[in-house]
């Protein structure tokens, strides 16, 4: 029986793909194993945010190749979409495929030899078309990713996305329901709901919405809980929130992109809101969802960020006080508009404001995980850790460790939270 291993950089979106493309192989008849195992094909989805994200796809094809030099090597991905010649120039490449043939991989690989070199990469920047990709299992996953949109029309002027992912697709609002339908009778009781743009989904079908799918979602058996993935800030306006709150499954923990905390750093990053339109965002959802962790992306150092609005972010941040953020230095992306201005930031500063901000959301963020000690939650237990506690997470994304005589993976259980350690909470079941 031939052998397929998978490699996933970048975001959620990636992962669920490659979950989709490993069934697809393991329908056809091939046993998936470890990408550290010797394999007869390797599939690689590739990431494209940063520079750093295509070095590090480079290395994993060059790992694949040590690991087993006659195998057939596909690399798919954002990184294959944005430079496939420089893709297929790699030693071992076999195959490219973009952002839309990952359905065909199986075919185009099994008519390959290892010798082959094809660029299967087509065109998405006019591409109005959803590929259909479908997961029926999550091996070892309590909770399952839903991919529900592909393609941004932002264009922030930091970002690749737009130019390998291609124009906003929605995924017909029935294929959601069945593949959600499918997993709850497979047992999975939280579904994540992930997209390139998700806040975009159904704008370009005209029949449907994302606050339509929360409420058709609702009335699934099986499922308990549905949490929304990266969303952008003015999808979530008082009048979205007014039409989902009543959503009794959906998850009080929201991931709004922040970027930056200052105006003009917004307007050259050609991102499509202010500072203040932010603030009424997450006012809106605390209002409406007053236990909900509202957490962020921060860049630091961005092209023109001068000291002084900097600070502005700085103290932006303080005022929002979120539940935690993912803090990262620009890094200039070939092919954006930002990457070519001349007045880009060292590195020895993008360190000192990186500092900063995170040393600002490790703040608010156990002030946040403390205001919950000596409640009892609802904790869905997800893995067994290497310290033999119980791990999981409760519907507003606090991490929970529990000690248990008996496996209680899958479960849902009341826990009392009773001290906070290094952004974890740790407690006893009291069911």
Do not use: W
């Not at 192989?25 to 989805?45: H, L, S």
């Not at 087509?122 to 091996?139: A, N």
């Not at 390998?164 to 499918?182: C, F, H, L, T, Y």
């Not at 704008?203 to 058996?221: A, F, M, R, V, W």
């Amino acid at each position: 029986m031939k052998t397929a291993a998978f490699y996933t950089l970048g975001c959620k979106v990636n992962q669920y793909e490659t979950e989709a493309v490993a069934e697809l192989f393991a329908d056809a008849g091939y046993t998936v194993v470890p990408f550290t195992d010797k394999a007869d094909c390797y599939i690689i989805n590739t990431c494209s945010v940063t520079s750093m994200s295509d070095r590090k796809s480079r290395q994993m094809i060059r790992r694949a190749r040590k690991t087993n030099p006659g195998a057939l090597i596909a690399v798919m991905g954002c990184y294959s979409q944005t430079a496939p010649d420089e893709v297929l120039k790699i030693d071992g490449v076999n195959l490219v495929l973009g952002t839309k043939e990952k359905g065909s991989v199986v075919r185009l690989i099994e008519n390959l030899s290892n010798t082959d070199k094809l660029n299967a990469v087509t065109d998405v920047r006019d591409s109005h078309t959803y590929e259909e990709l479908k997961i029926k299992r999550c091996p070892g996953h309590t909770r399952a990713y839903i991919k529900i949109q592909d393609g941004c029309s932002q264009f922030c002027s930091y970002c690749i996305i737009p130019y390998a992912r291609g124009p906003i697709r929605s995924r017909a609002e029935a294929e959601i329901i069945n593949e959600v339908s499918s997993l709850a009778a497979a047992g999975y009781k939280e579904v994540i709901l992930t997209g390139i743009h998700a806040a975009s989904y159904g704008k370009e079908l005209g029949n449907t919405s994302l606050e339509q799918l929360l409420n058709k979602l609702e009335d699934i058996d099986g499922i308990e809980r549905i949490r929304l993935s990266s969303i952008e800030p003015m999808t979530l306006n008082r009048g979205f929130v007014e039409k989902i709150k009543d959503c009794k499954k959906l998850c009080p923990h929201f991931h709004i992109s922040l970027q930056s905390g200052c105006n003009e750093t917004l307007k050259r990053m050609n991102r499509h809101y202010t500072t203040e339109q932010f603030a009424d965002v997450v006012e809106g959802l605390r209002e409406a969802f007053p236990d909900c962790a509202i957490t962020t992306d921060i860049m630091v150092g961005f092209a023109g960020e001068t000291d002084e609005e900097f600070k502005k972010t700085l103290e932006f941040v303080k005022k929002i006080a979120f539940a935690d953020a993912h803090v990262f230095q620009y890094s200039q992306r070939r092919g954006t508009p930002a990457a070519r201005r001349p007045d880009q930031v060292s590195p020895e500063v993008k360190e000192a404001r990186s500092k900063a901000v995170i040393e600002e959301t490790a703040r608010s963020n156990k002030e946040f995980l403390q205001k919950h000690i000596g409640r009892t939650m609802r904790v869905l237990i997800e893995t067994r850790a290497k310290d033999g506690l119980y791990e999981g997470k409760t519907s507003n994304y606090i991490t929970v460790k529990t000690e248990s005589d008996t496996d209680i993976c899958g479960q849902f259980k009341e826990i009392l939270l009773e001290r906070e350690e290094n952004g974890i909470i740790f407690g006893k079941t009291v069911d």
